[in-house]
């Protein structure tokens, strides 16, 4: 075709008005374009912000410094569930409560599920995450609602599974470290460390001993313990911050303990 169409019927007629349709390849549109995108990438690198990005929610300047720690949080969360899991996801739920009900959801969410998904897909991130798991036919709700805890911001994070339920909550203190306060309803008190070891086990006397004789007897070193149960003589949870990783031999002495349901080694 020859452009411009002047031998098009269309052209010159009455009816029609015909502009250039490469209108934006003009020297002074290119600058201009060029200096739009330097200027974009520019307040995302040094304030985080996002503009007009084609796969992923806009953050503001304003909003970038506030959703820092909680995206953080988000991708703390979604990976802890996600190594956890032993069968397919069918249901996410992330439950915003509190002042981080008021920020921008939508890419905390996109951070929660690249977390959930890392485990299982390592090329995962924060723009594909929500695509590939609408493909993988996994059903995300966000869910957004006034304080009704003691926490300024809480997030929780559900996974239903083909063979469980799963629930982990996550909130940010001052100090802007992710921590865990809750594993199904147990709450516990966690600053997310890259390397932790995760156990559910009986709440029967003589656990912390044996359980820490093991990694000591392994030279790994332990960082923070923390504890929750559910009641007495009940279920308990462990979160353990390790110097190491923990090999494979050792975490399946601790899961021959007395009374431990489950030990997964953790890494962020």
Do not use: W
Request: negative net charge; aromatic residues 4%.
């Amino acid at each position: 075709m020859n452009e411009p169409a002047t031998g098009n019927p269309l052209f010159g007629h009455p009816n029609v008005v015909c502009t250039p349709h490469l209108g934006a390849a003009t020297s002074e549109a290119q600058e201009n374009v060029a200096l739009q995108v330097a200027e974009q990438m520019s307040d995302y690198l040094t304030r985080g912000a996002i503009s007009n990005a084609i796969n992923f929610p806009s953050i503001t300047a304003e909003e970038a410094p506030k959703l820092k720690p909680f995206i953080a949080l988000a991708d703390r969360i979604g990976s802890f569930a996600g190594q956890l899991v032993d069968s397919g996801i069918t249901r996410a739920v992330i439950t915003y409560e509190g002042d981080v009900a008021g920020l921008n959801t939508k890419a905390l969410t996109a951070s929660v599920i690249a977390g959930l998904l890392r485990p299982l897909l390592a090329d995962v991130n924060i723009v594909s995450a929500p695509g590939v798991a609408k493909e993988r036919g996994i059903a995300i709700d966000e869910v957004t609602r006034a304080a009704e805890s003691d926490y300024e911001s809480l997030m929780t994070l559900s996974v239903v599974t083909e063979d469980h339920e799963l629930s982990i909550s996550g909130t940010v203190f001052h100090d802007g470290k992710p921590r865990v306060i809750a594993i199904n309803g147990i709450e516990v008190d966690a600053v997310v460390a890259p390397l932790m070891i995760f156990v559910s086990n009986e709440d029967k006397p003589g656990f912390v001993g044996r359980f820490a004789s093991l990694l000591g007897n392994a030279t790994i070193n332990i960082a923070t313990f923390a504890l929750g149960r559910d009641r007495a003589g009940g279920s308990a949870i462990a979160l353990v911050e390790v110097d190491a990783a923990v090999p494979e031999k050792l975490l399946a002495q601790i899961k021959m303990l007395p009374g431990v349901k489950e030990a997964k080694a953790l890494a962020f």
